[in-house]
Protein backbone atom coordinates (compact mmCIF):
# COMPACT_ATOMS: atom_id res chain seq x y z
CA UNK A 1 0.00 0.00 0.00
CA UNK A 2 2.89 2.62 0.74
CA UNK A 3 4.20 2.32 -2.92
CA UNK A 4 0.74 2.43 -4.26
CA UNK A 5 0.86 5.84 -2.42
CA UNK A 6 4.15 7.04 -3.47
CA UNK A 7 3.55 5.88 -6.83
CA UNK A 8 0.44 7.75 -6.55
CA UNK A 9 2.35 10.97 -5.34
CA UNK A 10 4.90 10.85 -8.07
CA UNK A 11 2.26 10.48 -10.64
CA UNK A 12 -0.30 13.12 -9.53
CA UNK A 13 3.06 15.72 -8.95
CA UNK A 14 3.71 15.50 -12.66
CA UNK A 15 0.65 15.60 -13.80
CA UNK A 16 -0.08 18.26 -16.55
CA UNK A 17 -4.26 18.07 -16.87
CA UNK A 18 -5.31 16.18 -14.07
CA UNK A 19 -9.11 16.10 -13.52
CA UNK A 20 -11.38 14.34 -10.50
CA UNK A 21 -14.25 12.24 -11.17
CA UNK A 22 -16.37 11.78 -7.82
CA UNK A 23 -19.38 9.94 -6.61
CA UNK A 24 -21.49 9.14 -3.81
CA UNK A 25 -19.06 7.12 -2.07
CA UNK A 26 -16.90 10.66 -1.08
CA UNK A 27 -19.85 12.31 0.69
CA UNK A 28 -20.31 9.31 2.32
CA UNK A 29 -17.67 10.69 4.87
CA UNK A 30 -19.57 13.75 5.05
CA UNK A 31 -22.40 11.83 6.78
CA UNK A 32 -24.49 10.88 3.11
CA UNK A 33 -25.60 7.21 2.91
CA UNK A 34 -25.05 5.77 -0.18
CA UNK A 35 -28.24 6.08 -1.38
CA UNK A 36 -27.68 2.16 -3.59
CA UNK A 37 -26.68 0.65 -0.33
CA UNK A 38 -28.42 -1.60 2.22
CA UNK A 39 -30.69 0.13 4.40
CA UNK A 40 -30.34 3.33 1.97
CA UNK A 41 -32.87 5.74 0.95
CA UNK A 42 -33.97 3.75 -2.63
CA UNK A 43 -35.04 0.65 -0.40
CA UNK A 44 -37.78 2.65 1.07
CA UNK A 45 -38.27 5.08 -2.35
CA UNK A 46 -38.17 2.96 -5.55
CA UNK A 47 -35.80 5.36 -7.60
CA UNK A 48 -37.68 3.98 -11.00
CA UNK A 49 -40.47 5.72 -9.95
CA UNK A 50 -39.62 8.49 -7.13
CA UNK A 51 -36.78 10.02 -8.79
CA UNK A 52 -38.36 9.42 -12.46
CA UNK A 53 -38.99 12.83 -13.99
CA UNK A 54 -42.45 11.55 -15.20
CA UNK A 55 -43.62 10.60 -11.71
CA UNK A 56 -43.03 14.54 -11.29
CA UNK A 57 -45.20 15.75 -13.73
CA UNK A 58 -47.49 13.75 -12.78
CA UNK A 59 -47.90 13.69 -9.04
CA UNK A 60 -44.87 15.93 -7.72
CA UNK A 61 -46.02 16.26 -3.95
CA UNK A 62 -45.48 12.37 -3.46
CA UNK A 63 -41.74 12.77 -5.33
CA UNK A 64 -41.65 15.42 -2.63
CA UNK A 65 -42.12 12.96 0.17
CA UNK A 66 -39.18 11.38 -1.00
CA UNK A 67 -37.23 14.47 -1.35
CA UNK A 68 -37.77 15.58 2.25
CA UNK A 69 -36.60 12.15 3.59
CA UNK A 70 -33.31 13.32 1.56
CA UNK A 71 -33.28 16.75 2.55
CA UNK A 72 -33.32 15.05 6.59
CA UNK A 73 -30.24 13.06 5.51
CA UNK A 74 -28.28 15.34 4.20
CA UNK A 75 -29.18 18.65 5.11
CA UNK A 76 -26.47 18.63 8.36
CA UNK A 77 -23.24 17.45 5.60
CA UNK A 78 -20.05 19.74 6.00
CA UNK A 79 -17.62 18.38 3.32
CA UNK A 80 -14.95 16.14 4.52
CA UNK A 81 -10.97 16.14 4.49
CA UNK A 82 -11.31 14.64 0.99
CA UNK A 83 -13.33 17.26 -0.73
CA UNK A 84 -10.58 19.93 1.09
CA UNK A 85 -7.66 17.82 -0.25
CA UNK A 86 -9.37 17.89 -4.07
CA UNK A 87 -9.89 21.73 -3.61
CA UNK A 88 -6.09 22.02 -2.37
CA UNK A 89 -4.74 19.68 -5.41
CA UNK A 90 -6.64 22.42 -7.56
CA UNK A 91 -4.95 25.68 -5.55
CA UNK A 92 -1.49 23.84 -6.16
CA UNK A 93 -2.19 24.17 -9.67
CA UNK A 94 -2.24 20.06 -10.11
CA UNK A 95 -5.73 19.61 -10.54
CA UNK A 96 -7.81 21.36 -13.53
CA UNK A 97 -11.36 20.04 -12.74
CA UNK A 98 -14.19 18.25 -10.77
CA UNK A 99 -16.21 15.98 -12.45
CA UNK A 100 -18.95 15.21 -9.93
CA UNK A 101 -22.20 12.96 -10.32
CA UNK A 102 -22.79 14.38 -6.60
CA UNK A 103 -25.60 16.75 -6.13
CA UNK A 104 -24.55 17.82 -2.30
CA UNK A 105 -22.61 21.02 -2.83
CA UNK A 106 -19.66 19.65 -0.69
CA UNK A 107 -16.90 20.63 -3.59
CA UNK A 108 -17.36 23.66 -3.86
CA UNK A 109 -18.32 24.05 0.45
CA UNK A 110 -14.83 22.68 0.42
CA UNK A 111 -13.32 25.11 -1.68
CA UNK A 112 -13.26 23.60 -5.05
CA UNK A 113 -13.74 26.54 -7.81
CA UNK A 114 -13.86 24.47 -11.01
CA UNK A 115 -16.58 21.65 -10.71
CA UNK A 116 -18.75 20.60 -13.36
CA UNK A 117 -21.78 18.70 -11.98
CA UNK A 118 -23.54 15.93 -13.91
CA UNK A 119 -26.28 15.39 -12.58
CA UNK A 120 -27.23 19.05 -11.24
CA UNK A 121 -27.48 20.57 -8.00
CA UNK A 122 -29.56 20.69 -5.15
CA UNK A 123 -28.76 23.89 -3.75
CA UNK A 124 -31.52 25.51 -5.98
CA UNK A 125 -35.32 24.95 -7.30
CA UNK A 126 -36.81 25.37 -10.59
CA UNK A 127 -39.84 26.21 -11.65
CA UNK A 128 -40.87 23.58 -14.81
CA UNK A 129 -43.31 26.01 -16.29
CA UNK A 130 -41.80 29.34 -16.26
CA UNK A 131 -38.16 28.42 -15.31
CA UNK A 132 -37.78 30.67 -12.82
CA UNK A 133 -35.13 29.11 -10.29
CA UNK A 134 -35.23 29.69 -5.85
CA UNK A 135 -32.98 29.62 -2.94
CA UNK A 136 -34.96 26.98 -1.27
CA UNK A 137 -36.67 28.04 1.82
CA UNK A 138 -34.75 25.65 4.71
CA UNK A 139 -37.65 26.79 7.27
CA UNK A 140 -40.35 25.74 4.83
CA UNK A 141 -38.28 21.88 3.80
CA UNK A 142 -37.90 21.02 7.15
CA UNK A 143 -41.57 21.94 8.24
CA UNK A 144 -42.03 20.05 4.79
CA UNK A 145 -44.27 22.72 3.11
CA UNK A 146 -44.19 21.62 -0.65
CA UNK A 147 -42.66 24.96 -2.43
CA UNK A 148 -44.50 26.28 -4.89
CA UNK A 149 -43.88 29.04 -8.03
CA UNK A 150 -45.49 32.03 -6.99
CA UNK A 151 -46.58 33.27 -10.58
CA UNK A 152 -47.08 29.89 -11.40
CA UNK A 153 -48.36 28.24 -8.60
CA UNK A 154 -46.29 24.95 -9.45
CA UNK A 155 -44.28 22.64 -7.45
CA UNK A 156 -40.61 23.26 -7.92
CA UNK A 157 -38.16 20.91 -8.94
CA UNK A 158 -34.94 20.69 -7.52
CA UNK A 159 -32.35 21.35 -9.92
CA UNK A 160 -30.87 18.01 -10.20
CA UNK A 161 -30.97 15.50 -13.03
CA UNK A 162 -34.08 12.99 -12.60
CA UNK A 163 -34.15 9.38 -13.98
CA UNK A 164 -36.06 10.54 -17.82
CA UNK A 165 -34.06 13.45 -17.89
CA UNK A 166 -30.91 14.73 -20.24
CA UNK A 167 -27.26 15.24 -18.80
CA UNK A 168 -26.64 19.16 -19.19
CA UNK A 169 -25.03 19.65 -22.98
CA UNK A 170 -23.11 22.34 -20.74
CA UNK A 171 -21.98 19.51 -18.15
CA UNK A 172 -21.66 16.89 -20.86
CA UNK A 173 -18.91 18.79 -23.76
CA UNK A 174 -17.28 19.86 -20.55
CA UNK A 175 -16.44 16.24 -18.82
CA UNK A 176 -15.76 15.57 -22.39
CA UNK A 177 -13.26 17.81 -23.02
CA UNK A 178 -11.44 17.49 -19.66
CA UNK A 179 -11.39 13.79 -20.20
CA UNK A 180 -9.34 13.82 -23.53
CA UNK A 181 -6.97 16.26 -22.55
CA UNK A 182 -6.06 14.49 -19.21
CA UNK A 183 -3.12 12.25 -18.58
CA UNK A 184 -3.69 11.51 -14.84
CA UNK A 185 -7.82 10.99 -13.94
CA UNK A 186 -8.39 10.49 -9.96
CA UNK A 187 -11.51 8.50 -9.73
CA UNK A 188 -12.85 9.22 -6.04
CA UNK A 189 -16.01 7.36 -4.06
CA UNK A 190 -17.65 5.78 -7.36
CA UNK A 191 -17.20 2.53 -9.14
CA UNK A 192 -17.93 4.01 -12.39
CA UNK A 193 -20.13 1.67 -14.10
CA UNK A 194 -23.35 4.14 -14.86
CA UNK A 195 -23.53 5.80 -18.58
CA UNK A 196 -22.56 8.25 -19.51
CA UNK A 197 -20.25 9.00 -17.17
CA UNK A 198 -18.54 6.42 -16.40
CA UNK A 199 -17.05 6.78 -20.09
CA UNK A 200 -15.10 9.48 -18.18
CA UNK A 201 -12.33 7.88 -17.42
CA UNK A 202 -11.88 5.42 -20.63
CA UNK A 203 -11.86 8.19 -22.70
CA UNK A 204 -8.95 9.34 -20.96
CA UNK A 205 -7.51 5.52 -20.92
CA UNK A 206 -7.73 5.59 -24.39
CA UNK A 207 -5.60 8.95 -24.71
CA UNK A 208 -2.74 7.31 -22.49
CA UNK A 209 -4.08 8.99 -19.10
CA UNK A 210 -3.04 6.73 -15.63
CA UNK A 211 -6.13 6.18 -13.68
CA UNK A 212 -5.90 6.18 -10.01
CA UNK A 213 -8.48 5.33 -8.00
CA UNK A 214 -9.56 6.27 -4.37
CA UNK A 215 -12.19 3.53 -2.92
CA UNK A 216 -12.81 1.31 -0.34
CA UNK A 217 -12.25 -2.09 -2.37
CA UNK A 218 -10.96 -2.54 -5.92
CA UNK A 219 -13.16 -1.37 -9.26
CA UNK A 220 -12.76 -2.54 -12.83
CA UNK A 221 -10.93 0.80 -13.48
CA UNK A 222 -7.84 -0.36 -12.38
CA UNK A 223 -6.85 -3.59 -14.10
CA UNK A 224 -3.85 -2.58 -16.27
CA UNK A 225 -0.16 -2.46 -14.34
CA UNK A 226 -0.77 1.53 -15.40
CA UNK A 227 -3.42 2.26 -12.67
CA UNK A 228 -3.17 2.55 -9.30
CA UNK A 229 -5.74 1.50 -6.37
CA UNK A 230 -5.45 3.56 -2.95
CA UNK A 231 -7.60 1.36 -0.50
CA UNK A 232 -9.26 3.16 2.70
CA UNK A 233 -11.15 6.20 3.09
CA UNK A 234 -10.42 9.09 0.90
CA UNK A 235 -10.67 11.19 3.76
CA UNK A 236 -7.60 9.16 5.06
CA UNK A 237 -5.90 8.45 1.94
CA UNK A 238 -6.43 11.78 -0.30
CA UNK A 239 -4.48 14.31 2.78
CA UNK A 240 -1.88 11.47 2.86
CA UNK A 241 -1.01 11.95 -0.75
CA UNK A 242 -0.53 15.28 -0.79
CA UNK A 243 1.73 15.23 2.34
CA UNK A 244 3.91 12.49 0.22
CA UNK A 245 3.71 15.34 -2.67
CA UNK A 246 4.64 18.63 -0.19
CA UNK A 247 7.14 16.63 1.22
CA UNK A 248 9.59 15.42 -1.92
Known amino acids: MENHMQKAAEVIRNAKNMIALTGAGISVESGIPDFRSAGGLWEKYNPEIYANIESFVRNPVMVWDML ?88 LKPTVVFFGEAIPFGAMTKSQALAEAADVVLVVGTSAVVYPCAAIPLIARQNGATIVVFDLEQTALTLTEKDILILGPAGKTLPEVIELIQSA
Open 68 to 155: FDMIDLTSNAKPNPAHVALAKLEEMGLLKGIITQNVDNLHQAGGSKNVIEYHGNSSQLECMQCGKLYDPDITELTQKIVPKCKPCDKV
